[in-house]
Nanobody, 121 residues
C-alpha cells in the first residue's frame, strides 16, 4: 500500500512557474514508477509525465514537453513536477500516481488526492 500526498499547487500568473511535490509513504518507494496527470473541469484526466523507479527514465506528453520536468528523490520518498511558462490552459487539478510501470494511461495503482493549479492571464 502506498499513500501519496501532493503539495505545491496554487495560483500563479501566466508565464510563471510552480513546483509540485508528491510525498509517498512506505519503504519501497524507489521500486515504483511515478506519474503526473491533470484534470480540468469537464475534461478527461491527462497524462503529463512519468518516471521509472530505479533508473529514473522519464517520459513526457508532447503537449507539455519542454515546459515541465519530472524528477524524484528516493531518499525523501518524493517525486516532483517543475512547471515553467505556465498558461491559463494549464489550470487543472494535478495528481500524482504510483504503479509498477511508467505508463501514459491513468492505470496506476495508487493516486494522491490532487492539488489545484490556477493560472491567470
Amino acid at each position: 500500500q502506498v499513500q501519496l500526498v501532493e503539495s505545491g499547487g496554487g495560483s500563479v500568473q501566466a508565464g510563471g512557474s510552480l513546483r509540485l511535490s508528491c510525498a509517498a509513504s512506505g519503504r519501497t518507494f524507489s521500486r515504483y514508477a511515478m506519474g503526473w496527470f491533470r484534470q480540468a473541469p469537464g475534461k478527461e484526466r491527462e497524462f503529463l509525465a512519468a518516471i521509472t523507479g530505479y533508473s529514473s527514465r522519464t517520459y513526457y506528453a508532447d503537449s507539455v514537453k519542454g515546459r515541465i520536468t519530472i524528477s524524484r528523490d528516493n531518499a525523501k520518498n518524493t517525486v516532483y513536477l517543475q512547471m515553467n511558462s505556465l498558461k491559463p490552459e494549464d489550470t487543472a487539478v494535478y495528481y500524482c500516481a504510483a504503479g509498477d510501470q511508467a505508463i501514459t494511461t491513468p492505470h496506476y495503482a495508487y493516486w494522491g488526492q490532487g492539488t489545484q493549479v490556477t493560472v491567470s492571464s
